[in-house]
């Protein structure tokens, strides 16, 4: 189908609405010993043997910090509002406390610099899990000490960077850090240990407390928030076990982190569930926790489905299955925008992450990801849904940019809009990219036209009505 016919029902989004792509830094920086950058934990965990299933490393990935003048040129390219990266804390304070690396620091200057020269809005996020592998050989996350490690990079950055960056978020995914990386053990540091990820997953949520105060103090206008990763979940069947095992996951995944942040208190049940595992907590904790946001950013992927027989199969449903094994569900991000509205009292939100990897194949200067497209396509439109339902949404960020290391999985999954080819660098727009850019430049466009009927500022949000086509 002509790109054309898949937005030709997508109507317009409030005009302010930020359109995004994303990155992060161990994931297309490279560059992992030079100029002073010191060892995170995932150049670490890379080297464990069996740990990233094509046995790679961080060590060239994208080769970014070389070609960054040439990416973000790809990223005007496609006329989006906002970039959204992450710094690579050992690459500018290697050890994580003490000196700081000022070649680093000049790096993410120069990148920000570009950014405002293109016209993109910087979005940064400090935490994009490659913590500094000294502070983990003191503990790392579930060490209380890294607080205040974080607090000082998050006050640095702040210091150097706060005026030109239009928003600065905390951490990302802590979920994913604490479980993946302390509980199951499958993502750096590598631990497999619940009680030890629960007093992980308590610290970043302290230190995302303590940072955005010792930020706020900082005085510029930059907007400051976290990033979770989230998903509906459903119970394979309506049986008492299924539906109590949904509601503990959906406690341990979404509650365990939105009640801290904005009731601050965590959820009874899951508390219960824990035990001896729960965390330490220290008077005053809870109440940094839920110091009030700019915004919130939400990763959504998929939905999960729960049984408490076992691991539930994907096949089952019928649906479309990325190449992550993921079903594509994207009616499951409405829903979660519309429940996180409900529930709690959230700030403007974004989708800070979505998109999809998929078995690509570059021929003749062409990727035809017809699958990704209407991936992205698709749930545009449920963003679009859930505003219409009246939910403040704020923007739209597509992952990823570019292909890219995708943590344990390494160099197998793609989920890049550009295509790269690893041999030469090279950088090559998929069809996905190519429909994306059309679609902001008809967005655009229609910013340029009256708006139809009596829709002021305040009734803009409930403009945006989705219905796309994607002849799927
Ligand atoms: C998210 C991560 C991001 C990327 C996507 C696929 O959990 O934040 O770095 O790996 O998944």
Same mark, same amino acid.
């Given at each position: 189908m002509p790109s054309q016919e898949i937005y030709r029902h997508l109507h317009r989004f409030p005009d302010d609405f930020v359109w995004g792509v994303a990155t992060?830094?161990?994931?297309?920086?490279?560059?992992?010993?030079?100029?002073?950058?010191?060892?995170?934990?995932?150049?670490?965990?890379?080297?464990?043997?069996?740990?990233?299933?094509?046995?790679s490393n961080g060590d060239v990935a994208c080769e970014h910090v070389k070609r960054w003048e040439q990416d973000l040129d790809l990223i005007a390219d496609l006329g989006v509002d906002a970039y959204r990266f992450s710094m690579s804390w050992p690459r500018v304070r290697p050890g994580g406390s003490g000196v700081w690396n000022e070649k680093g620091m000049d790096f993410y200057e120069r990148l920000v610099d570009g950014l405002l020269a293109r016209g993109i809005k910087p979005y940064l996020t400090l935490n994009h899990w490659d913590l500094p592998e000294e502070l983990q050989q003191q503990g790392g996350w579930a060490n209380r000490d890294t607080t205040h490690r974080f607090v000082e990079y998050a006050q640095g950055v702040s210091r150097r960077l706060g005026d030109r960056l239009a928003s600065i978020t905390t951490h990302n995914e802590p979920w994913v850090i604490a479980v993946l990386g302390h509980e199951t053990g499958i993502f750096a540091p590598g631990i497999k240990h619940r009680a030890t990820a629960m007093q992980a997953t308590h610290h970043l949520l302290l230190s995302h407390g303590m940072a955005?105060?010792?930020?706020?103090?900082?005085?510029?206008? *930059? +907007? /400051?928030?976290?990033?979770?990763? %989230?998903?509906?979940?459903?119970?394979?069947?309506? #049986?008492?076990?299924?539906? @109590?095992? *949904? +509601? /503990?996951?959906?406690?341990?995944? %979404?509650?365990?982190?939105?009640?801290?942040?904005? #009731?601050?208190?965590?959820? @009874?049940?899951?508390?219960?569930?824990?035990?001896?595992?729960?965390?330490?907590?220290?008077?005053?904790?809870?109440?940094?926790?839920?110091?009030?946001?700019?915004?919130?950013?939400?990763?959504?992927?998929?939905?999960?489905v729960i049984s408490a027989a076992g691991p539930w199969d994907v096949h089952s449903s019928g649906r479309e299955i990325t190449d992550m094994g993921w079903e594509v569900y994207p009616e499951g991000l409405t829903e979660l925008l519309v429940r996180m509205h409900q529930d709690y009292s959230v700030p403007p939100m974004y989708v800070t992450e979505n998109g999809g990897a998929f078995k690509d194949q570059l021929q003749d200067g062409r990727v035809h990801d017809t699958q990704r497209r209407d991936y992205i396509a698709r749930h545009i439109a449920a963003v679009a849904d859930a505003m219409q339902q009246g939910v403040h949404m704020e923007g739209y960020m597509v992952w990823s940019l570019l292909d890219n290391f995708e943590w344990a999985s390494g160099y197998e999954k793609r989920f890049g809009i550009v295509h790269v080819?690893?041999?030469?660098?090279?950088?090559?727009?998929?069809?996905?990219?190519?429909?994306?850019?059309?679609?902001?430049?008809?967005?655009?466009?229609?910013?340029?036209?009256p708006r139809p009927g009596p829709i002021g500022k305040a009734s803009s949000q409930h403009n945006a009505v989705a219905v796309v086509s994607t002849g799927a």
């Open positions: 992060s830094a161990f994931q297309i920086e490279g560059a992992a010993t030079e100029d002073g950058k010191g060892p995170s934990i995932w150049d670490t965990f890379c080297r464990q043997p069996g740990a990233i299933a094509d046995g955005l105060q010792a930020m706020r103090a900082e005085g510029h206008a *930059t +907007r /400051l928030g976290i990033v979770l990763n %989230l998903s509906p979940m459903h119970a394979a069947t309506d #049986t008492a076990e299924d539906l @109590e095992k *949904t +509601r /503990l996951e959906d406690g341990r995944l %979404l509650r365990w982190y939105m009640d801290p942040l904005f #009731t601050g208190s965590y959820p @009874e049940d899951v508390l219960a569930h824990l035990g001896a595992d729960a965390p330490q907590v220290s008077p005053g904790d809870m109440a940094t926790i839920a110091t009030p946001m700019d915004f919130l950013g939400v990763n959504y992927y998929s939905r999960s080819d690893y041999e030469t660098q090279a950088r090559t727009l998929k069809d996905s990219a190519l429909w994306y850019r059309d679609f902001l430049r008809h967005q655009k466009a229609l910013r340029q036209t």
